[in-house]
């Protein structure tokens, strides 16, 4: 009995030994020992079913793991899934996953070497471009990258990055942020604007935009968002009209989570819509306040305000018919929607929703081949709307991607039956086949 006791406690031991070495490793980035020691962990948990990031492993992903029932349910059931190629290539980035680029549900036609950095699951893929280059940002946290398509780091800039960015004439527009105290830290100007007056709050985030060099990553400009749009008087308005109901927007003011660059094409599409609006203007979404904002940023103006027609919204988008499509997320409703926006008069037109389609947060919609696809983060699903004849007229879903399909992920994210829990998705964007040419 005492050698069974001894023999049990040998091997608690050791399994606690290579899980601490692999922790530090990870931690203080110890490649070479990280790497073999994750093989033998993953041989490990394998063999007994066991996983040791679920126990003890990091906070985040274990909460995630353990919370996976509060997903929403899927848009597609098993039998309406079918395993088929895209008509472009995807690259997508799961929550708990690295990013990979697909042909099909099932088929990973290439995936980046992020060895070199450590929680590169963390690592999120902000654009790709034809050769293979990666722009990653370690969200919310400090680290943006530009690699190339064998993971060697081309240039690293030490600052903050979050959501979704726009390139645009070799610039890069990037969601940054800095932390302030309210309202000690605040100059003359703001202090003026009651709501931010009104204020206490440690660490509040104050949004700003970084312009980065593609090519370099050097630092062309950081603009200071809260205090160059409260110069706005509407703007003003709808902040105080929003703290009135929710003074918990002291913490988090504006919530950037989108900046698309207007393009010549879209200029042509919506320049008879929006006074004064130009070519470089950027479109804004703030979440906070349920604000889209089209912005000078040269000359720190604000051209046109949609607000309140949708709520938690994400990913504005130009199409070619010139209405704004939004992501509402809409999370204290039955169902998430697509919204068709009319610029002239800042209405909605029409919109998309089902009984099945729910994503409270996050969210993204791309119009690809002139087709619209919809990112529904939260349930780890990409389906594209299909209408008889002009959006959003008779339409119906069909399906693209789940998580759930997918099964070529190096993750422990398996249940007992050793099916693979469905995952969030943070980015699934397509890319033509003819864009890419680092394949070959």
Known sequence: MIDKILKFCFFVTILLIIFLLGFLSSNLKFKNIYSHLTYSIDLIENYFDFSLKKKFGDRDDRVAINNSENTSDNNFDLYDKPNEKFEGYLLIKHDHTVPVLLESPDKMVWTWDLSSFRNSSKLLPLHMFSNGDLIL?????????????????????????????????????????????????????????????????????????????????????????????????????????????????????????????????????????IPNISENDLILSFRSINTIIFYDYKKSIVKNIIYNLFDKQHSPRIHTDG???????????????????????????????????KSDVRGRIQFFKNQLFVQSSSQGEVFKIICKSKFFELCEQQYVYSSNFSFFYPSNLYDSSKTFKKDQIYLADFYDKNYINFLD
């Not at 499509?325 to 610029?343: A, E, Q, R, T």
């Open 323 to 357: 209405f704004l499509y939004v992501f509402d997320n809409n999370p204290n409703g039955k169902s998430s929607k697509i919204l068709k926006i009319n610029l002239k008069n800042n209405s909605i037109d029409s919109f998309f929703q089902s009984d099945t389609f």
């Open 137 to 273: 940002g370690n969200y919310e946290n400090k680290g943006i990258y530009r690699i190339n398509k064998n993971g060697q780091i081309l240039w690293k800039r030490n600052k903050i990055n979050h959501h979704w960015i726009d390139i645009s004439n070799g610039k890069i527009f990037i969601p940054s942020r800095k932390f302030v105290d309210l309202p000690e830290d605040l100059n003359n100007n703001l202090l003026s604007k009651s709501f931010l007056k009104n204020c206490k709050t440690k660490n509040s985030i104050f949004d700003t935009i970084l312009i980065l060099n593609e090519i370099n990553g050097k630092i062309i400009d950081e603009i200071d968002l809260m205090e160059k749009i409260l110069l706005d008087r509407n703007i003003n308005i709808i902040f105080n009209t929003v703290y009135k109901f929710d003074p918990a927007i002291c913490n988090d003011p504006l919530h950037l989570n989108d900046i698309q660059v207007v393009e010549k094409d879209d200029l042509k599409l919506i320049n008879n819509l």
